[in-house]
């Protein structure tokens, strides 16, 4: 199964700023997606990273707040933009082959907002 | 678009199996079940996948009933690192598809 590997692994920032988390898998995949969790809850699904065209993004999520890039099969990054309390929580990357494939998480990013 | 419904906790003792039964009514066709574990401060990690009757791993079984509308991952003689949060999660990775994870269940082993 592919590794996954987030950075940074935990920040604490302003209010205002923005952030910018990266993952690398070990392999080409032909899917990565970004997921948020709040401190003992469950997973949600922020987007899909699309190689080569703009993200997917869930219900509830926007491309101005959350920008996603995707350059090549292996890499894709998350902006958490002009951040607010609101926003601390967990950032997980996942990747998968799709067709059925399970994904593989990484160890996500735990963010706090001053 | 499958919804999951899992126990929100479960105990057991070492030494025990272990099942934890996930409900998902509205499984589509081609939706496939799977099962993960997390530990606080890790990432969710891959523990069993299928479509439908068994599947064993060399960490768990998984049990699909012809309907697919249930199903139950069995952990045989968990010990206490076994302690952790089980999502099940139904998925297809097509562009119909939605990915939604259940609430998880949060299991406890005692000694």
């Known amino acids: 199964s592919a590794v996954i590997s987030q950075k940074p692994s935990r920040d604490i920032c302003q209010r205002g700023t923005s952030l910018t988390i990266q993952c690398q898998v070990d392999s080409q995949v032909t899917m990565m997606f970004w997921y948020r969790q709040q401190p003992g809850q469950s997973l949600t699904l922020i987007a899909t990273a699309n190689q080569g065209s703009e993200a997917t993004y869930e219900s509830g999520f926007v491309i101005d707040k959350f920008p996603i890039s995707r350059p090549n099969l292996t890499f894709s990054t998350l902006t958490v933009s002009n951040m607010s309390p609101e926003d601390s929580s967990i950032y997980l990357c996942?990747?998968?082959?799709?067709?059925?494939?399970?994904?593989?998480f990484g160890d996500g990013t735990r963010l706090s907002i001053l | 678009l499958a919804k999951t419904t899992q126990p929100i906790s479960m105990d057991s003792y070492e030494g025990q199996e272990v099942n934890i039964t996930c409900s998902h009514n509205n499984i589509a066709t081609n939706d496939y079940i799977t099962w993960y574990q997390q530990f606080p401060s890790q990432g969710p990690r891959f523990i069993i996948q299928g479509y439908k009757t068994k599947v064993t791993n060399e960490v768990a079984s998984l049990f699909i009933p012809a309907d697919r509308k249930s199903s139950t991952l069995s952990l045989p003689r968990v010990s206490l690192s076994d302690t952790a949060v089980y999502y099940c999660?139904?998925?297809?990775?097509?562009?119909?598809?939605?990915?939604?994870f259940g609430s998880g269940t949060r299991l406890s082993i005692r000694p």
């Open positions: 999660l139904v998925a297809s990775y097509s562009s119909a598809s939605k990915i939604i």
């Open positions: 996942s990747a998968g082959q799709g067709q059925n494939q399970p994904q593989h």
